[in-house]
């Protein structure tokens, strides 16, 4: 059984940064797409990044282009989501995923497999 736990989060002012980990453990980490979604108050949860097992793609949802960056570290089973510029629209609490396979494509279009417990971020303006 897969677990994603997540770290990182809080509360930041309008034009500020905070960076999100995710650490996984009980399974084949780097087989596997990642990536993360959020949830804002009275809203459908939605896409924000995606990475392939390797690091070497990545995909993010357009609003968040350009001021988010998705990494990982297979040597070490952690995901991170790197987000600057952030503005209060980017405030909801996000989750951490694994895809069902290998390329980013199983987080954007498919149903993810893991999810982490969920972080709450939340910009201030």
């Known amino acids: 059984q897969v677990q994603l736990v997540q770290s990182g989060g809080g509360l930041v002012q309008a034009g500020g940064s905070l960076r999100l980990s995710c650490a996984a453990s009980?399974?084949?980490?780097?087989?596997?797409?990642m990536g993360w979604f959020r949830q804002a108050p009275g809203k459908e949860r939605e896409f924000v990044a995606a990475i392939n097992w390797s690091g070497h793609s990545t995909y993010y949802t357009d609003s968040v282009k350009g001021r988010f960056t998705i990494s990982r570290d297979n040597a070490k089973n952690t995901l991170s989501l790197q987000m600057d510029s952030l503005k209060p629209e980017d405030t909801a609490v996000y989750y951490c995923v694994s895809g069902s396979g290998a390329p980013f494509t199983t987080v954007v279009q498919g149903e993810p497999t893991y999810w982490g417990q969920g972080t709450q971020v939340t910009v201030s303006s």
């Open positions: 009980g399974g084949s980490f780097s087989m596997y797409a």
